[in-house]
């Protein structure tokens, strides 16, 4: 029965490690869009949003029929329900790349970005594609340097965040509308972060047994 | 034994309750603090939020043992996981009131929402406040119109917020901070919403088995 499990824990691995390689594209799309005006990136980003309602569906159907079919021991519930969590978290990243992509959308030909901010824009893209390749590749093999990895990486996130309100509050030429439009979209790249963040530390738990920090 | 399991699911909603209750009130303390400058009040939200670590993990925790200590089927875990979803947008509404707190506390003394916007952020918060507590009381006893109750506020909420674009966009004269400010507190109410919303539909499967729409 353990072998069972372990199988069956495995194939959901792979459904997760799927799922946070499109999720890890995404928010590469997204920026793509954000800093080029870019309508394809930015419809790719949609088109994988409108996937991941199914998605998540299908894996917890999938953790469903997996603790249905055996008389789960609290280890293995804890292993099937760090699942749940990430797929939740892989979701909502999926949908904040999104509402950047809606953004770009909606100001297109103009720029959403000052030129000025663009490099700091750049690299919070960077870090947040970074955080999400980590889980990606925490969920294919056993890596013991990634929960090190994403708190520093989180902590770049949450840096870039901060001076961001320091330029709009004390710099900013750009008008209210800017102003807003980059608010949004620093506070979806920072809950991209976080959500990240939180579904490597279940993923950590499920491939080590190693209790994510509370 | 699934007489046993109905009563351990009893004792589940239980602890949601004084939970959604106490999420409820958090709701009503930020707005309160954000209209009147109430650090009293920002500071009670801030503290429940704190508490809402451990009540999360002693809910995962009755539910992690709830389906140990019985063989489960499809149906009751379908229903013991619906706890979690709760509780998970429980943690999230709570956090979301604590974040309109922090930015009352970090401007105190100076009013955050200038006087021609206080009625629809007012209106806002009594919307969000509703939709907390018909989650409460549909978690204490089976409310039919719970659902469609939930749609409306909910649509009521995304319109307040949509009209907050509006006046943000084209008749602001209140400067840069205060739209940040602003644009953030709407994006976290409606959040809570939201999150009010699914913890709702989740609720409304527990108690009746009506399964949530997809």
Redesign the interface.
């Known amino acids: 029965m353990r072998a069972w499990f372990a199988k069956q824990l495995d194939e959901l691995r792979g459904q997760l490690v799927v799922t946070a390689a499109s999720v890890t594209s995404s928010i590469r799309w997204a920026t793509q869009s954000l800093l080029h005006q870019d309508l394809d990136a930015a419809q790719q980003v949609s088109a994988a949003a409108a996937e991941m309602?199914a998605t998540k569906?299908h894996v917890?159907e999938l953790i469903?029929q997996l603790?249905?079919r055996q008389?789960?021991?609290?280890t293995d519930?804890?292993l099937a329900?760090a699942g749940?969590h990430v797929v939740?978290d892989l979701e909502r990243m999926s949908a904040l790349a999104d509402h950047i992509a809606k953004i770009v959308v909606l100001r297109h030909p103009v720029p959403v970005v000052p030129a000025e901010i663009r490099p700091a824009v750049q690299r919070m893209g960077e870090v947040a594609e970074e955080l999400a390749w980590t889980v990606t590749r925490a969920l294919e093999t056993d890596d013991p340097d990634a929960a090190a990895r994403m708190e520093r990486d989180d902590d770049i996130v949450d840096t870039l965040h901060r001076d961001m309100?320091g330029v709009?509050?004390s710099e900013?030429t750009h008008g209210?509308?800017a102003?807003?439009d980059l608010?949004?979209i620093c506070?979806y790249y920072e809950r991209y972060a976080d959500h990240a963040v939180n579904a490597g530390h279940q993923v950590v738990f499920m491939v080590t047994g190693e209790a994510p920090p509370?």
């Open positions: 309602k569906a917890e469903l603790l249905v008389q789960p021991v609290a519930l804890r329900l749940l939740g309100f709009l509050f900013w209210v509308q102003a807003v608010t949004l506070r509370s």
